[in-house]
């Protein structure tokens, strides 16, 4: 707290209205920030205007904070934020869209790109929200940013969330859940291992060793690449799901075949409601595929990145997005483009090829077993549905942190 606010506290009668400020930074980054404030000062008095201060220019929003006394006595207050729906806000066209659209914005999450449109209110767990208060006669553009001491939160949990509002369980950082220090956040099923940094980063960054290619070899030394989304639905290259039947592709879907677990076959194909679908089951025989099904897995199929291709999204469903192969990695188009080179753009081109940070997508990628064999198939293998049982998984991935999520 400077002295002349702390002067301007001790008067009789305080010339201007107190406000509060908030300062929401999403993963890491140089531009990974956003400013907004509650839209009242804290004698109510309404500042429903955009507040620039210290440089930065914060948005009115309906929130609410409480529960943020201090006591020297007891457990540490767990304040809750009450926020208007951020998601939809972030999603449909606002000041913090815009923010975040901008060419500057480079937030990451667990070394991933998180662009608006990716954006999901389960991001918010685990990062730092600052509130900040000042007068309002200190704010405006050339002023001195003069204000109290600011308080730091980490959001711990998402309390509730309507389609109207959300409310953030808040904790001083050395107050999580599961923190001890030297620390380590331990919370059971998740991982907290960077995926592929062994590869991607230094050998020190992640214990996570599955390599962006060649990543399984069999008894006769070929390698194949396997690839996955964090709904750990596997991505196959799309001409292996086209001509003739194979061993593992079985055409369209029909009704009266009775399929073996790590077949292929499609549904509505030659239209743009066509869907792949992997066997799950051996003597599998009147189960029409569908994503609730036991019987089948939805795949999702990508094509060799070319800059003269013309790449699209689905109108409803960003799964179903065009996927590329660029670079050894597989990446999904979040904005229709042509001639845009996957990673050069997070507002057009993602990750595809991401890992769920769940048990069952590490079983799914260290114990996987070709189901097409021979050199013809090792760039952009065919993944089994059954897997191998001698693999280990990589030391320490579990418990994880879903901080990391």
Avoid at 218 to 247: A, I, M, Q
Avoid at 308 to 323: E, L
């Amino acid at each position: 707290m400077t002295n002349l606010i702390a002067t301007d506290a001790q008067d009789l009668e305080i010339d201007s209205g107190l406000v509060e400020l908030y300062e929401l930074e999403i993963g890491t980054g140089s531009n990974n920030t956003l400013f907004f404030h509650p839209g009242k000062d804290l004698d109510n008095g309404t500042t429903d205007k955009d507040l620039i201060f210290d440089g930065n220019t914060y948005i009115a929003l309906p929130i609410m904070m409480d529960n943020i006394e201090k006591s020297a006595t007891g457990a540490m207050n767990r304040p809750k934020l009450t926020i208007a729906n951020v998601e939809s806000i972030i999603k449909t066209g606002s000041d913090f869209k815009t923010q975040m659209e901008d060419g500057t914005w480079d937030a990451t999450i667990d070394g991933e790109a998180l662009p608006a449109t990716e954006f999901e209110i389960d991001d918010l767990v685990g990062q730092r929200i600052t509130r900040r208060v000042t007068l309002e006669k200190y704010t405006g553009s050339g002023t001195t940013a003069y204000e109290f001491d600011k308080e730091v939160f980490i959001i711990d949990r998402i309390a509730a969330k309507t389609a109207i509002l959300i409310e953030l369980e808040l904790s001083a950082p050395v107050d999580l859940a599961g923190i001890r220090l030297p620390r380590r956040q331990v919370i059971g099923k998740y991982c907290p291992w960077l995926y592929q940094g062994h590869h991607t980063k230094s050998e020190t960054s992640s214990a996570c060793f599955w390599k962006t290619k060649n990543q399984v070899r069999d008894e006769n030394g070929n390698f194949y690449s396997f690839y996955f989304t964090k709904d750990d639905e596997p991505l196959v290259l799309n001409t292996r799901l086209t001509g003739n039947s194979t061993s593992f592709w079985k055409g369209e879907y029909s009704s009266g075949t009775t399929y073996a677990a790590g077949e292929y076959v499609s549904t509505n194909p030659g239209t743009t409601s066509e869907l792949y679908w992997r066997s799950e089951k051996d003597s599998n025989t009147g189960n029409t595929p569908s994503e609730t099904s036991i019987f089948w897995q939805i795949v999702r199929t990508y094509s060799q990145y070319s800059s003269s291709t013309a790449y699209s999204v689905h109108a409803t469903d960003p799964r179903r997005n065009d996927y590329v192969l660029s670079s050894d990695t597989v990446w999904r188009a979040i904005a229709a483009n042509t001639g845009v080179t996957p990673g050069t753009n997070q507002n057009v081109w993602v990750r595809g090829d991401v890992c769920g940070k769940l048990l069952k997508s590490c079983k799914s990628r260290y114990q996987v077993i070709p189901k097409a064999t021979g050199s013809g198939y090792t760039l952009g293998g065919i993944p089994h549905k059954k897997e191998n049982t001698y693999q280990a998984l990589p030391f320490g991935g579990f418990p994880g942190s879903r901080k990391f999520r």
